[in-house]
């Protein structure tokens, strides 16, 4: 006991540390030190100080550096840095863009009256208006044979195996600081560095404007199939941000830009997006402050949960059936979540809660595999009589209750078939399963059986089968992993009768 306390109050302790120097890193990033003497000549004053005379022109390119040529798309003859906007222009699409090919936008701002060429000040920057994703399978009546044609092109087969096509990115979001900040060069922060551009005038150094692009406003929801149109849409936003935001965003676009070089997909990437530009700062602290506690109940969940069966010797009091339910209801949701793409944040936990239903299924039915010449031997335990009359309880638990879960399960599955459009056969038989029908009812079927088993017996104080019926609340088994740990160390003491 001393020791499994122990562990725990390390985890914790690991935890505070963990969320207290998350604080500081946050901290050391919205902060910047600035210049204590203006005149110094340490200090590198803002152009935008000395209020001169701006133009914001937008041009389309089939290269970023602009040398196969450039389209003018928009300007803002008067533009003030300080006025935010909002502009809808129709882009020409280049015949090697329409065949599946790439096309920029460059953004200048620079001296008005004059194009950015002439201006040797002017900032700019390059934003991509196309992007590669493959597209999602087409959905098709699996009765009706509506879209027989996507049919026999081959709309059931996984999606993962189209070529990316292009993509037209219908929002082009651009920022830049309206706070006439003095920088120390002895404290400029390596985030803005790569932004800032400086010129030499007398003894002060000055630095343009920093013009970023919102790369993080780019959403699959804005993304539009690009297809033979020779022109679409695009949204040009513009609106001033503070310092301490624009470096916030840039380590979030980069943190974006890390996740998808290491295999996270548009969508994956675009889930982690909506996190950022969906909340406002203040209530993004919060949600990650409740994620963080949510992330270590859930752990100690895990933990208690495994420790729980890892010991447990005897199914005495619960109901065997109920763990194979369990199991296979949780690789049902596995294969649904696989089947619809889903991000690989929400896939792999999943995944790995799928293996540990399977381990307990092992351990419920004392199953011993042995390898025999390559080939494995699966070899059951003996019940004794506690755990047989248990088992009785279990099938006639189990009889009653199917006479209203098998109806319930093919009438659901048989109005999906007739009303509703899925990619695939497998597709369709994966969503009956999942779709409210059937893993409604065996969730309910547990609580109904567990309270059959146990009320046998006098009652029982295991924390496990409390965590069991707290699982049955909306949310999910892992989602309410957090009151499965409140439950478990609140009523630890109170009998289930």
Not at 165 to 193: A, Y
């Amino acid at each position: 006991m001393f020791l499994k306390t122990s562990f725990t109050t390390l985890i914790v302790g690991v935890f505070v540390v963990y969320v207290l120097h998350t604080c500081w890193v946050m901290f050391g990033i919205v902060y910047t030190k600035p210049c204590d003497s203006p005149k110094s000549i340490n200090c590198i004053t803002p152009f935008l100080a000395g209020d001169p005379q701006l133009q914001l022109s937008i041009y389309t390119a089939l290269r970023p550096d602009a040398e196969g040529g450039h389209t003018l798309i928009h300007k803002e003859e008067t533009f003030d840095v300080n006025n935010k906007f909002e502009r809808i222009v129709n882009v020409s699409i280049p015949k090697k863009t329409r065949n599946n090919g790439t096309l920029y936008a460059l953004i200048f701002v620079h001296q008005a009256g004059i194009t950015p060429w002439q201006d040797p000040r002017q900032v700019h920057m390059v934003a991509q208006l196309t992007t590669y994703m493959v597209p999602k399978p087409a959905e098709i009546s699996l009765i009706t044979g509506e879209d027989q044609t996507q049919v026999l092109s081959g709309a059931g087969t996984a999606s993962t195996a189209d070529p990316p096509v292009s993509h037209w990115r219908t929002r082009l979001t651009l920022n830049i600081v309206g706070d006439h900040f003095l920088f120390d060069k002895e404290h400029l922060p390596s985030d803005v560095h790569r932004y800032l551009r400086v010129f030499q005038n007398g003894k002060k150094m000055v630095y343009l404007p920093l013009l970023f692009v919102d790369e993080l406003s780019n959403r699959v929801k804005d993304l539009v199939i690009n297809s033979t149109s020779k022109e679409l849409p695009l949204t040009i936003s513009y609106d001033s941000i503070s310092l301490g935001r624009l470096r916030f965003w840039i380590h979030m676009q980069d943190a974006v830009f890390s996740l998808q070089q290491f295999g996270f997909t548009e969508k994956d990437a675009d889930e982690i997006k909506g996190i950022f530009v969906d909340t406002n700062l203040y209530f993004l602290a919060l949600t990650f402050l409740v994620a963080a506690f949510h992330l270590l109940f859930d752990f100690l969940a895990f933990k208690n949960d495994i420790s729980f069966w890892k010991q447990k010797k005897s199914m005495v009091g619960m109901s065997s059936k109920a763990v194979l339910w369990r199991c296979f209801s949780t690789i049902v949701v596995f294969l649904y979540l696989f089947d619809e793409q889903t991000s690989l944040l929400v896939l792999i936990p999943a995944g790995v809660g799928s293996i540990i239903e399977v381990w307990k299924v092992k351990k419920a039915l004392k199953i011993q595999v042995s390898w025999k010449g390559g080939k494995p031997t699966f070899l059951f335990g003996k019940l004794d009589e506690s755990e047989r009359r248990t088992e009785e309880y279990d099938t006639l638990a189990m009889k009653y209750l199917s006479y209203l879960l098998y109806p319930m399960c093919i009438g659901g599955a048989v109005y999906a078939l007739i009303f509703l459009r899925y990619k695939s056969w497998y597709s369709w038989l994966i969503n009956s399963l999942v779709n409210g029908k059937l893993l409604f009812f065996l969730n309910t079927m547990e609580a109904v059986k567990h309270g059959t088993v146990n009320g046998s017996r006098s009652y029982t104080k295991m924390c496990s089968l409390k965590s069991e019926i707290v699982q049955i609340l909306p949310g999910g088994s892992r989602h309410s992993s957090a009151f499965n740990l409140i439950y478990c160390f609140g009523l630890s003491n109170i009998p289930l009768t």
